[in-house]
Nanobody, 111 residues
Framework: QVQLVESGGGLVQPGGSLKLSCVVS????????VDWYRQAPGTQRELVAH???????NYADSVKGRFTISRDNDKKTVYLQMNKLKADDTAVYYC?????WGQGTQVTVSS
């Protein structure tokens, strides 16, 4: 079955960086788009970044210029490099592909 497993979250100071990973199994990842979403307490889950099989990317306005999504099909992994982190980036981050979701990884930005 399809499984997505996120990792790389943690506590970071404002202005810092984190790199999230999403390992995808059970599907041929090279033919699927993959999304990163996030959800802060009391808010709706929002799309943060999207990458197509060809590598085309799209970002939410709130993260443009700070976050970068990338993929390594050989490693069956999609990454989210997050730089210049702000307190507003605090959330649980989820990856999604082929209608399946991972369990999420917590990112907390605080001094």
């Amino acid at each position: 079955q399809v499984q997505l497993v996120e990792s790389g979250g943690g506590l970071v100071q404002p202005g810092g960086s984190l790199k999230l990973s999403c390992v995808v199994s059970g599907i041929l990842i090279s033919i699927y788009s993959v999304d990163w979403y996030r959800q802060a307490p009391g808010t709706q889950r929002e799309l943060v970044a999207h990458i197509t099989p060809a590598g085309t990317t799209n970002y939410a306005d709130s993260v443009k210029g700070r976050f970068t999504i990338s993929r390594d099909n050989d490693k069956k992994t999609v990454y989210l490099q997050m730089n210049k982190l702000k307190a507003d980036d605090t959330a649980v981050y989820y990856c999604k592909s082929a209608t399946k979701w991972g369990q999420g990884t917590q990112v907390t930005v605080s001094s």
